[in-house]
């Protein structure tokens, strides 16, 4: 009997131009949660597409309880029992909890050969009820949030009879009591003898819950590590190989004057009553509890919805934001939340989605000057360093990390004035934030206005200049960052509006 569940070895997958995994192996123990971390790009999401069936390699080996398997397709991965929940939920939003559960395994009546619905929800029930879920499987699955959707993705696995349960970044999208709750739900699956690859850029997911970690790097596998025999140095270090000393690289400089101003803007239901101001050359962060208002705030700025009341003034004079296109237009720039659905065009190339806030730049009597978008292009990936096999490249093919740095270069190439970077470092790993944060540091210097949007404590107090902090649509107070702690910021979010 092997001591492996699962093991791969030797496995070599090249696509045109790059070579996703050379020579990597990879091995899981029964009832055992594995970690799995590596910069965007490292080869991981490839290696999950391996054992999932997506991708076939070109050499190599794998091994199911120390047999070799073929995984030629998500099916034949499926039937060894693989299962995979991924940090976007795919489901489908108008069909029931229960028809998401069984879709392409329903249970037919052997006499009336139709579904047996009253059966198929009564093992819904069960399944939910192993994992603590409270939502009724009847339910439309998008009415559920995002945490109750992940939940229906691990009974899904379960519905199947799933040994290895692959998931990757499921707590990017997840409040930290959301989280716990996940936390408590996946220690339950290895406690029943599931195994788990747990996937993720966050530190506190890896000691939380994994016993052994595997670090993937520029394709390979660099090692394997107890986490009690690991730090988080050490960690940092073998993912970007080199010792990251300073993470926050903010620069103190001279604020300059005023460049945006925020005053009473409010919409019912969202915010009210919100004034702030941003300086040249100053990061202005905006934090609080989840369901604060900060992004409600951010989209109205930008024009993505409107603000029922207040005033914006950029520059001195007053705008009246209607759409992003001429928000863009006056020199707002965002770089939104949720990357996929609003931040990129996903089927387009690279140097389309970099270039289309500014063709005018790149067009002549009506013609795209093809050869500028790809030289403007190749040069902000490479200070970005995007990894691209080209410009032509599509960004759905883009890891997480560098589909968000191909929004920052997309905003650089608008020209803006004011930069709202909401979450910007959510998703990718320590390597990526500490490009994305000397982004801010290079905006700040040559005298942008930024405005950041972060869950993150530390990288508040560490990027910022000045802090707006809200509760339930409201500015609690603002702070200045060189005075404040982190109990100060928490004790502003949880205490209400204050006058600032």
């Known amino acids: 009997m ?63 309880n120390g047999a070799p398997v073929d995984i030629r397709s998500p099916l034949d991965s499926q039937r060894i029992g693989i299962a995979a929940i991924y940090q976007h939920v795919s489901c489908y939003r108008d069909l029931s909890v229960t028809e998401n559960i069984f879709i392409g395994h329903e249970k037919i009546g052997a006499l009336t050969r139709r579904i047996d619905w009253k059966e198929l929800h009564r093992r819904a029930e069960e399944l939910l009820a192993r994992l603590d879920a409270d939502f009724d499987p009847r339910a439309p699955m998008g009415d559920l949030s995002v ?20 998931m990757d970044e499921p707590t990017a999208p997840l409040t930290s009591r959301e989280s716990e709750d996940l936390y408590r739900i996946t220690e339950g699956l290895r406690d029943r003898g599931v195994s788990v690859i747990f996937i993720s850029h966050r530190l506190e997911d890896m000691y939380r819950l994994a016993s052994r970690l595997t670090i993937f790097r520029d394709a390979r596998n660099v090692g394997s590590w107890k986490l009690s025999d690991i730090s988080r140095e050490d960690i940092i270090t073998a993912m970007v190989g080199r010792e990251i000393t300073q993470l926050f690289p903010k620069r103190r400089l001279a604020i300059g004057g005023e460049i945006l101003r925020v005053q009473g803007l409010s919409r019912r239901g969202y915010f009210k009553d919100v004034t702030f101001s941003v300086r040249k050359g100053e990061i202005l962060a905006i934090t609080g509890l989840v369901g604060a208002g900060r992004t409600e705030v951010c989209e109205a700025i930008y024009g993505i919805t409107r603000a029922e009341s207040g005033r914006i003034i950029l520059d001195g004079e007053e705008l009246h934001v209607a759409n992003p296109s001429q928000a863009i237009r006056k020199g707002i720039g965002y770089l939104p939340e949720d990357r996929l659905r609003q931040g990129l ?15 005018k730049k790149f067009s002549t009597a009506g013609w795209i000057r093809t050869k500028k978008e790809n030289e403007v292009t190749r040069d902000r990936a490479e200070r970005l360093e995007v990894k691209a096999g080209s ?110």
């Open 147 to 166: 945490a109750q959707q992940q939940i229906v993705e691990i009974a899904k696995a379960l519905s199947t009879n799933a040994r290895i349960l692959i």
């Open 345 to 359: 065009v996903l089927d387009w190339e690279l140097s389309k989605n970099v270039t289309y806030p500014a063709l």
């Open 2 to 64: 092997s001591e492996f569940i699962l093991e791969l070895n030797h496995v070599t997958i090249t696509f045109p131009g790059v070579r996703a995994l050379d020579d990597v192996h990879f091995d899981l123990r029964p009832g055992e949660i594995h970690a799995l971390m590596g910069e965007n790009g490292a080869g991981k999401s490839t290696l999950i597409k391996v054992i999932t069936g997506v991708y076939q390699p070109d050499s190599g080996e794998i091994l199911f």
């Open 391 to 500: 410009v032509f490249d599509k960004a759905s093919t883009l890891s997480g990390g560098n589909q968000q740095k191909i929004i920052v270069a997309k905003l650089l190439t608008a020209g803006m004035k004011v930069f709202i970077l909401d979450e910007p470092t959510k998703g990718v790993d320590v390597g990526a934030k500490t490009a994305i944060f000397e982004i801010m540091s290079d905006l700040a210097e040559r005298g942008y206005g930024i405005i950041m949007v972060s869950s993150e404590m530390p990288e508040v107090l560490g990027m910022s200049d000045r802090i707006v902090v809200m509760k339930e649509g409201r500015v609690a107070g603002i702070l200045e960052t060189s005075a404040t702690t982190q109990e100060q910021i928490l004790q502003a979010a949880l205490s209400g509006p204050a006058a600032s």
